[in-house]
């Protein structure tokens, strides 16, 4: 336990016999004794720059075994518009309490994110639930509503509402093979909808800004629009028939062993 680099008080006997033992093994000496106490030599210094180097790492290493079981990896897909609203917050949570967990993220469609997890190239999907889950788990966080928006100038200007809306207006959706837009599709079939004029875009943000300059009615999840609907920036149209609403979750394959016990470590951070 030095004071300091340079110089050491009076140590007691058996002290120097330890320090004494330890020249004699090494072949050097380490100190100089004076009449106040002792002084490292250049030796003596060096031994004491690799001792307490080595002290450090043995300390670092202590504090990684002791956070062992917040080790590994997770690998995460979701499309670009649920890991905004509905991933960020679990990932902050997640990387604050298990720091040393490897994560990794990769936004693409809901049914990419099915296939990836069924050719096991990664360890969760956080997706609408899909009709077909065999083999899989899925843990569900709450349903989402889909609804047509548009702004209250706009709307004014088609001065229509309920179904017509489909005929003279601008309708924008998500391309076809989104999961989001087959569920649309859907929705079109049972009520006999057949939109006049439509565009496709392959994001949801896109769509909400669309609106959001007047060029159309988009097709949007109606609780990534409140604010808008809140400041009324945004109107949300009027239909006679509700669109269903699609339950979201996080979807896993529990039978992998050894289990990714990260996993559940993220569906439960809340």
């Given at each position: ?83 905004k609203y509905l991933l960020m917050p679990y990932l ?179």
């Amino acid at each position: 336990d030095h004071r300091d680099l340079h110089s050491f008080p009076t140590r007691r006997s058996s002290d120097l016999m330890t320090i004494k033992k330890l020249e004699e093994s090494l072949g050097t000496t380490l100190f100089l004794r004076k009449p106040r106490g002792v002084v490292l030599t250049e030796n003596g210094r060096l031994l004491y720059d690799g001792v307490k180097q080595a002290l450090n790492m043995l300390s670092d290493t202590e504090s990684n075994l002791k956070h062992l079981e917040n080790n590994g990896r997770l690998r995460i897909a979701a499309s670009n518009v649920l890991c905004k609203y509905l991933l960020m917050p679990y990932l902050q949570k997640f990387t604050e309490k298990y720091p040393f967990t490897d994560v990794s993220i990769t936004c693409t469609s809901s049914a990419n994110a099915h296939k990836m997890l069924e050719e096991c190239k990664i360890d969760v999907a956080l997706m609408a639930k899909p009709d077909n889950i065999s083999g899989l788990e899925y843990y569900p966080l709450g349903a989402i509503q889909d609804t047509f928006v548009c702004t209250p100038s706009y709307l004014k200007r088609l001065n229509c509402n309920g179904f017509e809306i489909f005929e003279r207006g601008n309708i924008m959706l998500l391309n076809k093979d989104n999961v989001s837009r087959m569920h649309i599709n859907n929705y079109y079939a049972e009520n006999n909808i057949n939109p006049t004029h439509i565009l496709e875009v392959n994001d949801m943000d896109m769509l909400i800004e669309f609106a959001k300059i007047g060029i159309g009615v988009s097709c949007v999840v109606k609780q990534f629009v409140k604010n808008e609907l809140s400041n009324g920036s945004l109107i949300e149209i009027n239909l006679p028939n509700a669109i269903p609403p699609r339950e979201t979750g996080f979807l896993y394959n529990q039978n992998i062993q050894p289990f990714n016990d990260n996993i559940l470590r993220l569906i439960n951070i809340n």
